[in-house]
């Protein structure tokens, strides 16, 4: 405690303030909020810039086509790119379902069940998978896939498979983290009470941390949703729509503004402008996840007392 | 127990609980967690054979067979010091950075707008990586060039600021810069989670005993947030770490070994190395780069370790 | 509690809804095997792969001939030379896409080969593109640079603009004390073989470094993608690059001497050096692989060095007929002069000539099933 706290518990702070050691006190104080809230404002002004930056160069590129056509049969500056904004909410939720279950589930074998040798690998390796290059698990997945099917391989499902194994260790990490916050005292209510394990944890547990699992989830999931590297040697590229994750080629907006921008074409500015415009499309997309999360959140979340 | 009214949740609990119905529940579920677990180690263990078992090839080629005639040692070590660079430098910016935003939103702004300044910090995650490259190259990147010259010029006897300034502001310091702005919302994400459950005892005890704000955060919120704080800074090291798109279009990639961050000539990462070649080679090359990613597998261990090292030796206080 | 239950029960219906529509029927992207329609339409699904260089000239080739034949999906992956061959190799695509031709090393060529046995390997070029020296210095609008000062400048021995050698060959231009910060690719690529194959070729005594997809020269500023090097001089001042010349957009392009005239990067003088060169007997031994030795040291009139010569690799025999029916009618648009005229437009590659064409069709038109 500090050492300037010479009796206990004055009711009011500013008692103890005025007592001489106060304006020290005070001033740090002030000067740490200072700091903090000029961190916040630092950390906003590349978010400002950014957003400004796609809204200027993306606006020019949004268009009805944009949303309702595909670029099958498209010269110059021609064609949509609803066949890639499909393909990415596609290749996502395919991802998500693939990781969201695996991931919370180990989060609660690492925080409710876990003891041993299991859990400590677990644990190391779950921190190891958070550095796999992205490129890597593009590999990764397409040498999954090739052995079982031959060379040449690409299948919209190949991409989730990889941004799985990106998603899966953020989910994991930020999900144990809120598991560990639940206050054992509930839990230990419940097991007084007779109830099974597996209830305390679906039926007090999981509600308590939900607010904050979403969370995580939504983090895991604006993680990959901008991906590319990995989904370049997946997925394929393709001018068509196809909505069949496990058949053919499937296109998605983080490939597609990568192909506009590296190859234009003569018609530079139409494909520059549809590349920001698809960076603005998927930074729409995880907004709108993003606020149905926090309606979730601010509807379920419990404090604990 | 002798009379349970069944009506109420805990009675129906306690007549089940002597059933076998409870012993099938508990081991079904704890089944379906070790499962996930193991799935999870079968995945990893994947991956790393796959690393291991293409990229032997390179490990144990000669030099004149690999890509640049150099020995693969020769081949990874600027490409790891170049990775590990960026990476401490992202993180060495965006920690802090990250602990205060936290801070911030749960502690120092009104709490009404909490949750919305805590999803517009969010929304950073959200912007796909070659935007952020883009953005780096278009936008941050001259906008430091005169910054660097300056720097340059009055710092430049310091070996990180030796210069001579890049004209376009590719360099290793605005990549790094950029990847710190990608990791911010992870960390900050983690470590305000954990910050926002603060018990609120402890903090009310410590405004009792008459703590400024910052004395009770201070003394309640940091200690009980800082393994939350590691576990996100981790996450936002191994994305650092793995961050391909962005560092691609961004870094200057000219094969120099140095701590200078200002300049046009810096080593590259071996993400980036790999995507900047992948597509045109074939053969040992290949190899040679998916040895590289298992390098940085390695890389990602021993830091992982040694944060875990940390973490234990903290809590063992 | 039971709103919770009801946001996962919501939540999984959406999940499972997604799934059955995405099983469910795909559009246009699907079915192999389809026959061909009366009226000479050509249906069914190829892929291809390679060339970053090809992509938006093969972009716009999948487009017009998908709008005329609708029953036709082709889609090209710009993985990168070097993948598109070893995907041809593998049986992974149906035909690539390369900057340069099946080499011997490794044995690629004999590969290939093998892999269009019974039938024989095609590889003609299909996309001839210009590369430019492209600049950004204020106030100089022109800029002559010959081979040797070309050289001397990416190699780092000239470092400032104002240097009597630049300065020799262009009287009257006020050149500024500028540092010269050179741009070259830092992804390996074909338009740096090509423009380093130029440097070795016709300036050795300065040009001592290896040939190849790698820029050489470390310390340099280093950029992904042509689109990396253009922004990159357009952002900085005194910044000197190579880049295919469709890209160079707005920015200033550098004359360079070929002979004793001054060569700006126009499509036709660079049609004009592929149609003057000799093949390359070694990497052409088949019937139908037309592979070229660029003739880069060329002092006639009308043409410009400098080039990328992109090729197209097939088999003349396919396993299905569907399969060998597309990829005939797509390779026949491709160097018909309809096509190389649309990648023209659209991709600023320069035409293949007449002459070239001739060449080129009847291995096109050798494709069959079998």
């Given at each position: 405690m500090e050492s300037s706290v010479q009796t206990l518990a004055p009711a009011q702070p500013s008692r103890l303030l005025s007592s001489g050691l106060g304006w020290r006190r005070r001033g740090l104080n002030t000067l740490m909020m200072v700091l903090i809230a000029g961190a916040f404002v630092l950390a906003m002004i590349p978010l400002?810039?950014?957003?400004?930056?796609?809204?200027?160069?993306?606006?020019?590129?949004?268009?009805?086509?944009?949303?309702?056509?595909?670029?099958?049969?498209?010269?110059?500056?021609?064609?949509?790119?609803?066949?890639?904004?499909?393909?990415?909410?596609?290749?996502?939720?395919?991802?998500?379902?693939?990781?969201?279950?695996?991931?919370?589930?180990?989060?609660?074998?690492?925080?409710?069940?876990?003891?041993?040798?299991?859990?400590?690998?677990?644990?190391?390796?779950?921190?190891?998978?958070?550095?796999?290059?992205?490129?890597?698990?593009?590999?990764?997945?397409?040498?999954?896939?090739?052995?079982?099917?031959?060379?040449?391989?690409?299948?919209?499902?190949?991409?989730?498979?990889?941004?799985?194994?990106?998603?899966?260790?953020?989910?994991?990490?930020s999900a144990e983290e809120t598991l560990k916050i639940v206050p054992s005292h509930l839990r230990e209510a419940a097991y007084a009470l007779g109830t099974p394990k597996w209830k305390t944890i679906t039926k007090i547990v999981l509600p308590t941390a939900f607010a904050g699992l979403v969370t995580g989830v939504m983090i895991a999931i604006a993680r990959i949703v901008g991906e590319t590297a990995p989904l370049l040697v997946t997925t394929g590229v393709v001018d068509s729509m196809n909505t069949d994750p496990f058949n053919g080629r499937m296109q998605n907006l983080a490939v597609y503004a990568y192909n506009e921008y590296r190859s234009p074409g003569v018609m530079k500015q139409a494909s520059y402008d549809k590349a920001w415009a698809a960076a603005l499309t998927l930074i729409a997309i995880v907004m709108i996840l993003n606020v149905a999360a926090r309606l979730v959140y601010r509807r379920y979340k419990t404090e604990i007392r | 127990m002798a009379s349970v009214d069944p009506t109420t949740n805990a009675g129906q609990l306690l007549a089940a609980a002597s059933g076998g119905r409870r012993r099938l529940g508990d081991r079904v579920f704890s089944r379906t967690a070790v499962l996930a677990a193991l799935t999870i180690l079968i995945l990893l263990a994947g991956v790393a054979i796959f690393l291991l078992f293409e990229g032997f090839p390179a490990l144990t080629a000669s030099a004149s067979e690999l890509p640049e005639g150099k020995s693969?040692?020769?081949?990874?070590?600027?490409?790891?010091?170049?990775?590990?660079?960026?990476?401490?430098?992202?993180?060495?910016?965006?920690?802090?950075?990250?602990?205060?935003?936290?801070?911030?939103?749960?502690?120092?702004?009104?709490?009404?707008?909490?949750?919305?300044?805590?999803?517009?910090?969010?929304?950073?995650?959200?912007?796909?990586?070659?935007?952020?490259?883009?953005?780096?190259?278009?936008?941050?990147?001259?906008?430091?060039?005169?910054?660097?010259?300056?720097?340059?010029?009055?710092?430049?006897?310091?070996?990180?600021?030796?210069?001579?300034?890049?004209?376009?502001?590719?360099?290793?310091?605005?990549?790094?810069?950029?990847?710190?702005?990608?990791?911010?919302?992870?960390?900050?994400?983690?470590?305000?989670?954990a910050f926002a459950q603060t018990p609120r005892r402890l903090q009310e005890g410590a405004q009792a005993l008459g703590a400024t704000r910052w004395e009770t955060i201070r003394m309640t919120v940091l200690p009980f947030g800082r393994s939350s704080v590691i576990s996100g800074a981790m996450l936002g090291l191994g994305r650092a770490l793995g961050e391909t798109m962005a560092v691609t279009i961004i870094l200057s990639v000219s094969g120099a070994v140095t701590f200078n961050l200002i300049s046009q000539a810096n080593p590259s990462t071996i993400a980036a190395n790999i995507a900047l070649n992948f597509p045109e080679s074939s053969g040992l090359a290949i190899n040679a780069l998916i040895a590289t990613g298992l390098v940085l597998f390695a890389i990602t261990l021993v830091t992982n370790m040694g944060a875990r090292w940390i973490i234990a030796r903290q809590q063992g206080e | 509690?039971?709103?919770?239950?009801?946001?996962?029960?919501?939540?999984?219906?959406?999940?499972?809804?997604?799934?059955?529509?995405?099983?469910?029927?795909?559009?246009?992207?699907?079915?192999?095997?389809?026959?061909?329609?009366?009226?000479?339409?050509?249906?069914?699904?190829?892929?291809?792969?390679?060339?970053?260089?090809?992509?938006?000239?093969?972009?716009?080739?999948?487009?017009?001939?998908?709008?005329?034949?609708?029953?036709?999906?082709?889609?090209?992956?710009?993985?990168?030379?070097?993948?598109?061959?070893?995907?041809?190799?593998?049986?992974?695509?149906?035909?690539?896409?390369?900057?340069?031709?099946?080499?011997?090393?490794?044995?690629?060529?004999?590969?290939?080969?093998?892999?269009?046995?019974?039938?024989?390997?095609?590889?003609?070029?299909?996309?001839?593109?210009?590369?430019?020296?492209?600049?950004?210095?204020?106030?100089?609008?022109?800029?002559?640079?010959?081979?040797?000062?070309?050289?001397?400048?990416?190699?780092?021995?000239?470092?400032?603009?104002?240097?009597?050698?630049?300065?020799?060959?262009?009287?009257?231009?006020?050149?500024?004390?500028?540092?010269?910060?050179?741009?070259?690719?830092?992804?390996?690529?074909?338009?740096?073989?090509?423009?380093?194959?130029?440097?070795?070729?016709?300036?050795?005594s300065v040009w001592k470094f290896e040939v190849s997809g790698d820029w050489p020269v470390k310390g340099g500023e280093a950029a992904s993608g042509t689109s990396g090097v253009v922004e990159a001089v357009s952002t900085g001042e005194g910044t000197i690059g190579y880049a295919d010349a469709s890209q160079a957009g707005e920015l200033s392009v550098a004359q360079v001497k070929v002979g004793s005239e001054w060569a700006e990067p126009t499509p036709g003088a660079a049609a004009k050096i592929v149609e003057e060169s000799p093949l390359n007997k070694e990497l052409s031994p088949g019937k139908y692989t037309i592979a070229y030795e660029l003739d880069r040291k060329t002092e006639s009139e009308g043409t410009y060095p400098i080039v990328l010569v992109s090729y197209l690799i097939a088999c003349t025999k396919y396993g299905s007929a569907s399969e060998a029916e597309a990829v005939k009618a797509y390779a026949e648009y491709v160097v018909s002069p309809e096509g190389q005229e649309l990648a023209a437009e659209q991709a600023g590659s320069a035409p293949l000539s007449p002459a070239l064409t001739k060449k080129a069709m009847p291995a096109v038109e050798a494709i069959e099933a079998g």
């Open positions: 400002f810039s950014l957003v400004f930056e796609i809204a200027k160069r993306g606006i020019p590129g949004l268009s009805a086509e944009f949303f309702t056509e595909d670029a099958r049969g498209a010269i110059g500056g021609a064609g949509g790119a609803s066949h890639a904004i499909m393909g990415t909410l596609i290749i996502v939720a395919v991802a998500s379902v693939i990781s969201v279950p695996i991931g919370i589930m180990a989060a609660i074998y690492l925080n409710e069940y876990g003891e041993g040798r299991l859990r400590r690998a677990l644990t190391f390796f779950v921190d190891v998978m958070t550095g796999i290059p992205s490129i890597v698990a593009g590999l990764f997945a397409y040498a999954l896939f090739e052995l079982f099917l031959g060379p040449g391989i690409r299948l919209g499902v190949m991409g989730s498979v990889a941004l799985s194994l990106l998603m899966i260790p953020i989910v994991i990490r | 693969f040692i020769d081949y990874v070590a600027p490409l790891a010091f170049g990775t590990v660079l960026a990476a401490a430098l992202a993180a060495l910016v965006a920690v802090p950075l990250a602990v205060a935003v936290a801070l911030f939103i749960t502690h120092v702004a009104p709490p009404r707008i909490a949750l919305t300044l805590g999803y517009l910090v969010d929304l950073l995650a959200a912007i796909p990586s070659i935007i952020y490259g883009l953005w780096g190259i278009f936008v941050l990147g001259p906008a430091t060039v005169p910054v660097m010259k300056w720097l340059e010029e009055k710092l430049g006897f310091i070996p990180i600021f030796e210069g001579p300034a890049s004209v376009t502001g590719r360099t290793m310091l605005v990549a790094g810069l950029v990847l710190a702005v990608m990791i911010l919302p992870i960390v900050s994400a983690v470590a305000r989670e | 509690m039971s709103s919770f239950r009801w946001v996962v029960v919501v939540a999984s219906a959406v999940a499972l809804a997604l799934g059955v529509a995405a099983c469910g029927s795909s559009s246009s992207g699907e079915t192999t095997g389809g026959s061909s329609s009366g009226g000479g339409e050509v249906s069914g699904e190829i892929a291809g792969a390679g060339s970053t260089a090809q992509q938006a000239a093969q972009e716009a080739w999948i487009a017009e001939f998908e709008n005329a034949n609708s029953g036709a999906t082709i889609s090209y992956d710009p993985v990168g030379s070097g993948g598109g061959r070893e995907q041809f190799i593998s049986g992974g695509v149906a035909y690539a896409g390369s900057d340069a031709a099946l080499s011997t090393e490794e044995g690629e060529l004999e590969k290939a080969e093998k892999q269009c046995a019974p039938g024989q390997l095609i590889e003609v070029p299909d996309y001839i593109s210009p590369i430019a020296i492209i600049y950004n210095l204020p106030g100089v609008e022109e800029l002559k640079l010959d081979p040797e000062t070309l050289a001397k400048i990416f190699a780092q021995e000239i470092t400032s603009w104002n240097d009597p050698a630049i300065a020799k060959d262009n009287p009257g231009v006020e050149l500024p004390d500028t540092r010269i910060t050179p741009v070259n690719r830092s992804d390996e690529s074909g338009t740096t073989q090509n423009f380093t194959e130029y440097l070795s070729e016709v300036v050795p």
